[in-house]
Structure formats: C-alpha cells, structure tokens
C-alpha cells in the first residue's frame, strides 16, 4: 500500500471511530433515560410480577438469539447494513415504548429492543476492531466502552430528572429522536474498513463449519470468561439496591452507590488501553477477573456497609477491565473474515451468562438470604481465573491478522 492511500485509511479508520463514539453515547443516553422507567410505567400499566420479570427474561433472550447471527451476516455482506438494520429495529422499539397500553404490548416492544441490541453490539464492536491497528486496538476498545458507559450514566441522571419534575412517560419520547439522530450519525459517519473483500462472497450457512469451529477453539476461554463476566455485572446491577436496602441505605445513598460503580466502570474503560502497553493484554485481563472475583466473594461476606461499599467499586474496576478485554482478545485471534461471528459468539456466552447467573443469584437470595446471592457469580468467576491463566494466550504477530486460505 501507497504511502497516500495508506493516509487515506488511516483518516477514514479514525473518522469512523469518532462517529462510533459519538453513535454508542448517544442511544446509550436513550437506553440510559427509559430502563428504569420501562418497569414502573409496566406496574402502572397493571403488569404481574411475572410479567415484569419477562420484560428482562425477553430482552435476554432475543438479545441472545441475534448475536451470532447478525455477527455472522455482517461478515458476508458488511457491517454497516447490519448495524443501520439494529438501528431501525432500536427506533421502532423506542417509539413502542410510548405507544403502549398494556403490559403485553410492552414486553413486545421490550423483546424488540433486545433483539436490536443483539444485532448492535457484536457488529459494532467488530467495526472498532476493523479500524485499528493490533497496537491501538485495547486503546480504542477502552474509550468505545466509556462512551457507551458515558452515555447510560448521563441517560440514567437525566431520565431520573426528568421522571420526577415531567412525569413517567416522559421519558420515552427522547429515545426514538436519539435513535432519528444515531441512524443519521452512522449513515453518513461510519465508512466500511477498506479492504473487506470477503463481503458478499460465500453462502454463510454452507462450507465453514470447520473454519467455525476453528475460530471457537481460539476464543473459548476469552468466551468463558466473559460469561462469568456478564452474570457478575447483571446479578450486581440487578440485585445491589436490594443488598444496600438490608444494610439501610436511603434511596439516595443507593443512587450513590451507582453512581460511585459507574464512575469506577468509566475510570477502568478510559486507562485501560495504557495499562496494556505497560503490562501486556493478559496480566491487565486476569487482573480484572481477579478485582470481580475479590468483589463477588467480598458481597458473600459483607456484615459491614464499608464491605459492601469497597465490593462495588471493585466490582467496577474489574468490570471495566473484563469487558475491553474480552473484545479486544476475541478481536486479536479471530480471522478478519470471521471477525463479525467471533464478537457474536462472545456476546452470546455473555447473554447466556446473564440470563442464567441473574436467575440463579435470585433463587440462592430467596431460599439463605440475601448475602448468598453473589454466591454462584462468585464460584463461576473463581473458575475463570485458572481458566484464562493457563488458556488465554498473549497475542503475538501471527495471530494479528490470521486468514484462511
């Protein structure tokens, strides 16, 4: 490649991570505003308790079931349909949002938001990889996290605003203008890598279940722990305002406490891409699920709010830390042809992860209290220390850009 044509991919690499950015802060602001309002306009609406559960259950599970396939669609016929497809899918949901009467409706619109965000995230992630350099690859990963967590802190603050001085349903008229405004970003922002000449060619479901396979066998333990990764994150998510009501944490001090976890998050997703180039992308992934794992077994023995407080900032440090990690990994040893499938796998486990591990944690909570319910995330996570410490290999250059022929 020219010196010339070289420069030119280099600005066009950097003008579509800019607009990256931009896209994933902006729908996470409007993912951010309507989540915690979605269950309690359900509850107004007349939802069961069943029926509130199925709008988390739902959204998981469609997230779930688009993952590799869409991961594996933008591979043959290009990232950015794929991407702009999610979009769409994202706006009509949001629009749902307001637009629903009844409990039913809403979980329709909830599972439509899922199956959106199973086709976005895989096929995103796999656009920031295409656009950089093996060596600015963790750096890059690092700051699409923090806009993406820049944007639910900034989404969470402001629909909390606005749910209380402008009423509930407020909210969700913002979300589809954000969505009019990212398809827009992304139609006009994000440009395909040069050089995706495997676009189109092929039938995607004949002739490459061996290559498959062989892309699952490099990613495995990165898959792993991702899954403890996404169980840990969701059963803290979903269960730590619980946790913190049993010590007499005041809503407001719980707001806190988020807060505090999100601005840990962040802190991790932003430094990130510098500790790798000071220690090397396995020490800084291991140290992360060794921070979640310390976490998960702190909140198993807190009797003291000082515990409890110190177990979620770690938690946030280390799930700052596992999630670049892992994309960045799977982006390192999967074939660019098969780039799109191998972040589709990842957030599938992750999915998988996160239905199962939350469902779990519940039971262990209800049947020996609520200490116990961080007590399976923690004997998963446990596992995937010793499972990525003699597994998950440093990526070297032949790794870098592996093809097949």
Not at 108 to 122: A, D, I, K, N, Q
Not at 129 to 150: I, L, Q
Not at 255 to 279: M, P, Y
Not at 303 to 311: N, V
Request: hydrophobic share 50%.
């Amino acid at each position: 490649m020219s010196g010339r044509a070289l420069q030119v991919t280099q600005n066009h690499s950097r003008h579509t991570l800019v607009f990256m950015g931009i896209f994933i802060f902006l729908i996470s602001v409007g993912e951010g505003m309507t989540a915690p309002a979605i269950p309690l306009y359900g509850d107004e609406l007349g939802a069961t308790y069943k029926q509130l559960g199925f709008l988390m259950t739902g959204y998981s599970i469609a997230y779930a079931a688009m993952t590799v396939f869409s991961g594996r669609m933008s591979d043959q016929y290009g990232r950015k349909k794929i991407l702009l497809m999610s979009i769409i899918l994202s706006i009509l949901a949001s629009t749902g949002y307001y637009l629903a009467t009844s409990p039913m409706m809403l979980l329709v619109f909830r599972t439509l938001e899922g199956m959106s965000r199973g086709m976005l995230w895989p096929v995103a992630e796999a656009i920031v990889a295409d656009n950089t350099t093996f060596e600015g690859r963790g750096k890059a990963m690092g700051h699409f996290s923090a806009a993406y967590g820049g944007g639910v802190a900034t989404g969470t603050l402001t629909g909390g605003y606005i749910m209380e001085y402008m009423g509930l349903t407020q909210v969700f008229p913002f979300y589809p203008i954000l969505g009019i405004i990212v398809f827009g970003t992304v139609l006009l922002g994000v440009k395909e890598a040069v050089g995706e000449a495997h676009y189109g060619h092929g039938n995607p479901r004949q002739g490459n279940m061996k290559n498959l396979y062989l892309e699952v066998k490099k990613i495995w333990p990165i898959c792993y722990a991702g899954f403890a990764y996404a169980g840990f994150l969701y059963s803290l998510w979903g269960l730590l305002s619980k946790v913190a009501d049993t010590f007499g944490v005041a809503h407001l001090g719980i707001g806190v406490i988020f807060t505090l976890f999100w601005l840990s998050r962040l802190s991790s997703f932003i430094i990130c891409g510098r500790a790798i180039d000071w220690f090397g992308r396995k020490k800084v992934f291991l140290a992360g699920i060794v921070f979640c794992s310390i976490s998960a077994g702190s909140f198993l023995i807190a009797s003291e709010f000082y515990i409890f407080l110190f177990a979620a900032l770690l938690g946030g440090i280390g799930t700052g830390i596992v999630f670049p990690l892992s994309i960045t990994l799977v982006a390192d040893f999967t074939s660019p042809e098969y780039r799109g499938f191998g972040m589709g796998f990842l957030e599938l486990v992750m999915g998988m992860g996160m239905i199962t591990q939350t469902a779990i944690s519940g039971i262990l909570g209800e049947l020996a209290g609520v200490h116990m319910t961080f007590f399976f995330t923690f004997f998963v996570m446990l596992i995937a220390l010793p499972i990525s410490l003699f597994f998950v290999k440093e990526p070297v250059a032949e790794y870098r850009n592996t093809t097949y022929n």
